[in-house]
């Protein structure tokens, strides 16, 4: 499985890679399907790249917004995945309500899992999928440790109980559902990353090597995340 590694040169170079990564995967969706499926990373790394696609002029109305993982927390928590997403872009854009689809993570990881994994029949493969990197390897909410859902066989959304990063209740794609993916873009910045970083390099097992699309992934990561190397 190839990973392409994009290390940008400083924060407009990171910014403008991740962008333009985003525009070509829409262009090529819309090229040949009446929509985009797209979904969305969590934490606080894609926050501007969400505030800079709210710059910009998109049919929103051809663009369907899924979840990668929530935290299960009151639907307007400050701290939920799809919160972040609202403010810092989807407010801000024409984007139809019916389009997002945020995960009922309100509801208890179980339910809200199952609910999801239904909701999910009707996209067989996501044109794009965002992902961020946690500092012990994680990806959305698969975390070392825990059921990263990697079997064919796997539900496409799982319940998350204790997770290591808080909230402990989460809901996440699994490894195989965010696998089946036209592209995926992991979004990596600062140095915090940089051991996950080189243990991904070197083949470790960490919960985001387990995402495998068949034309491999892509990571654009800035020089802290990559160990100061440029
Ligand atoms: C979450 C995210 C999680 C995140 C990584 C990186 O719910 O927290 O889904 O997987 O992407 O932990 O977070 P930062 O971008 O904040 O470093």
Redesign the pocket.
């Known amino acids: 499985m190839q990973i392409r590694w994009q290390l940008s040169d400083g924060d407009t170079d990171w910014m403008a890679r991740a962008l333009a990564f985003v525009n070509d995967a829409e262009a090529e969706a819309l090229s040949v399907r009446a929509e985009f499926h797209i979904v969305l990373?969590?934490?606080?790394?894609?926050k501007r790249l969400y505030e800079a696609l709210a710059a910009e002029s998109h049919d929103w109305s051809r663009w369907q917004v899924w979840y990668?993982?929530?935290?299960c927390l009151p639907a307007d928590h400050p701290d939920r995945?799809s919160h972040m997403a609202l403010e810092a872009w989807l407010k801000r854009v024409a984007l139809p309500a019916a389009n997002h689809h945020p995960i009922p993570a309100e509801l208890g990881a179980d339910v809200a899992a199952k609910a999801y994994a239904r909701s999910l029949d009707k996209v067989a493969r996501f044109d794009l999928v965002l992902?961020?990197?946690?500092?012990d390897g994680?990806?959305?909410?698969?975390f070392p440790g825990h059921d990263w859902g990697t079997g064919l066989d796997a539900p496409a959304a799982l319940a998350v109980f204790d997770a290591p990063?808080p909230p402990p209740e989460?809901v996440?794609l699994s490894a195989c559902r965010l696998s089946a993916a036209r592209h995926v873009l992991f979004?990596v910045?600062?140095a915090?990353?940089q051991e996950a970083v080189a243990n991904w390099r070197t083949m470790g097992s960490i919960p985001a090597a387990a995402i495998m699309p068949e034309d491999g992934v892509d990571v654009v990561l800035d020089k802290p995340a990559n160990g100061g190397r440029g």
Do not use: Q, V, Y
């Not at 990373?41 to 894609?46: E, I, L, Q, V």
């Not at 990668?68 to 935290?71: C, F, K, L, N, T």
């Not at 994680?138 to 698969?142: D, I, N, V």
């Open positions: 990373a969590g934490g606080g790394t894609p990668g993982d929530e935290r995945n992902l961020g990197l946690g500092e994680h990806t959305a909410s698969l990063k989460r996440s979004l910045t600062g915090g990353k």
